[in-house]
């Protein structure tokens, strides 16, 4: 057995998660939310996560050399983010005082915490070697080191909040990480763009990207959003009168406490309710999203523009990672080769990128990721057992050609619920666990959404594509494997496969290499064959509000629990009968 790293995220708010490394290959990695089927499993800890991780490897506690976490005791000294806290806090003074007399009490509880869960696993508490590795470090760590660059590579880190940092600004080089600058709460982009997505009715940590599906809608010029925050002199300013507030600043509805300020509301009028995409609020939320890419571009132009011109690589990470549109900004820049944002960018990519930073640390280096089936995977017999256990008594026949039979079902026009293979890690479903449909058929993505997903109907759905197709239908020739980046659409593709493009001409593209996924990809395939176009609709497998689905009993509930007519899991075909089959 070779160098073992398992490195664990979560407990101190959202998104636990478990990865591990053996030798430096990524051996799993998976979010904890799947397996308790409650979305971000908020506090909790990581338990089923690292038992499947364990189990996925074949290997006992005994077997692990070092377990890493992604949050560290930040020194009052050595660092100035306890100092600037306090004094960008002074309207709390508990908080202010707390920073500064007991600012790691939250790493202490976090590491008894993890301490305690890892003996429930049954590793022995004396002779764990736990290493702490600081937050915003543990996402450099998983978007460079995941990265595979093997020159100079400039890294970016933007999330809400780690122990104190919100934004790091580094270099990577030889597998080394310099860090050049961080900023600290409360001066925070991800801070503000999450008390924003508050305002606009969705929940923080969750809705983020449902403001950016909104602000294409509206009209950014109409309002003024830089009274919110400004960058200048290399320092970033977060306008505590309005957001990222704590204390007695916050503004309260119904004993809730929110990340805004009374005087947010008394500039921009009542907080946004229910499900309308209505003005004003189109038009914030495009505000909204224009400050956000003006204020993160300048901070790269300033931390590292120099970098970028030597070589041109870019590493990032943290939750705003997953801003596709900022990102399309920055794969335009003339400076930037290649970006490669970690597909799971958010608080679970910490475990990966924890665990990676430890490996590289004792000399081991760790393989870049190129796809993210991490998770669990199931057999046909598996799935067959499942059906047999199930209340809604599912009829299922095996059939033998499931791309070109499911290919068949969607240019029919039904969407398909499609299950195979290990499921993926992070926030989007790319073939593992997903609902597809045919991207031509008209209509295809409002039926998926009265029967289905209930969703919003101006969040776009997004299309997979053969690398093959990639050249011809997106405007920018860049890898594209995690549907993180979101790309202009050439003239004639949006009369073609009009489901998949956005509002604004553009699409959140995966484009997929066939060895990592080949019946997805020969799905496409067929596809191609059947209606000219090697595109297929894919939006996660999951109702809304739920994680998505991992095991086949979770696929079963939720189809038994929608409107949808078809489930493909591995060979074995489950249809409603009320449909007469096809």
């Known amino acids: ?86 004094k960008r806090y002074w309207y709390a003074p508990d908080r202010s005082l707390d920073a500064l007399l007991t600012g790691n009490r939250r790493f202490k509880r976090y590491r008894k915490k993890i301490l305690w869960c890892l003996e429930q696993l049954g590793f022995e508490a004396k002779k764990v070697r736990l290493e702490p590795v600081e937050h915003h470090l543990a996402h450099a760590s998983s978007a460079y080191h995941c990265s595979g660059f093997s020159e100079k590579t400039a890294i970016l880190g933007i999330d809400g909040k780690g122990e104190y940092a919100t934004t790091f600004f580094g270099w990577g080089e030889n597998g080394k990480i310099h860090k050049i600058k961080e900023f600290y709460d409360p001066d925070s982009l991800g801070g503000l763009y999450g008390a924003i997505t508050e305002y606009l009715g969705f929940e923080m940590l969750d809705g983020e990207f449902k403001v950016m599906g909104m602000a294409p809608y509206g009209d950014a010029a109409k309002y003024d959003f830089s009274r919110l925050a400004k960058f200048e002199n290399g320092e970033l300013i977060i306008n505590t009168d309005y957001a990222n507030v704590i204390g007695f600043r916050r503004y309260k509805e119904k004993g809730k406490g929110y990340y ?11 907080k946004r309710e229910g499900d309308i995409a209505d003005d004003p609020y189109i ?113 299922w026949q095996k059939i033998d050609d499931v791309p070109q039979e499911i290919a068949k079902v969607l240019v029919e026009g039904n969407p398909v619920a499609w299950f195979q293979g290990r499921m993926e890690f992070g926030p989007r479903a790319l073939g593992g666990r997903s609902i597809i449909g045919c991207p031509s058929v008209a209509g295809v ?15 776009p759905f997004c299309p997979s594509m053969l690398d093959t197709v990639a050249p011809q239908m997106l405007s920018v020739d860049h890898p594209s494997p995690f549907m993180t980046f979101t790309f202009d659409v050439k003239e004639g593709w949006a009369e073609r496969v009009p489901e998949v493009v956005h509002e ?79």
């Open 1 to 86: 057995m070779g160098f073992t790293v398992l490195g664990l995220s979560g407990a101190l708010s959202h998104d636990p998660s478990a990865a591990l490394y053996i030798d430096g290959k990524l051996i799993a990695a998976v979010e904890e939310e799947r397996f308790v089927r409650d979305k971000h499993a908020k506090n909790r800890m990581p338990y089923e996560s690292a038992k499947f991780c364990l189990e996925q490897a074949g290997i006992t506690p005994a077997d692990v050399d070092v377990v890493c976490i992604p949050f560290a005791p930040i020194s009052l000294f050595s660092s100035k983010a306890r100092w600037h806290y306090a």
């Open 260 to 270: 805004f300020s009374p005087k947010l509301i008394e500039w921009l009028g009542p």
């Open 283 to 395: 038009h914030y939320a495009a505000a909204m999203q224009a400050l956000f890419e003006k204020l993160a571009l300048e901070m790269i132009d300033y931390y590292l523009g120099d970098i970028l011109k030597e070589t041109g690589r870019l590493a990032f990470a943290g939750g705003c990672a997953l801003n596709v549109k900022l990102n399309q900004r920055i794969i335009a820049r003339p400076d930037v080769k290649e970006l490669f944002v970690q597909p799971a960018s958010g608080d679970a990519g910490t475990a990966v990128g924890a665990a990676a930073f430890i490996s590289v640390k004792n000399g081991v280096p760790v393989e870049k990721m190129e796809h993210v089936y991490l998770g669990p995977s199931y057999s046909n017999e598996d799935i067959i057992a499942a059906c047999a256990r199930h209340p809604d008594k599912p009829q």
């Open 445 to 459: 993505a409002d039926r998926i959404n009265e029967q289905i997903k209930f969703r919003e109907r101006w969040r």
């Open 504 to 582: 604004d001409g553009t699409a959140r593209a995966q484009v997929l290499k066939r060895e990592y996924n080949p019946r997805y990809y020969d799905l496409m395939k067929e596809l191609e064959a059947m209606t000219g176009n090697g595109v297929v609709l894919n939006t996660s497998l999951n109702r809304r509000g739920e994680p998505m689905v991992c095991s086949p009993t979770d696929a079963l509930n939720m189809f038994f629990g929608s409107d949808l007519q078809f489930l493909i899991m591995e060979d074995i075909l489950v249809m409603k009968e009320k449909d007469g089959g096809h």
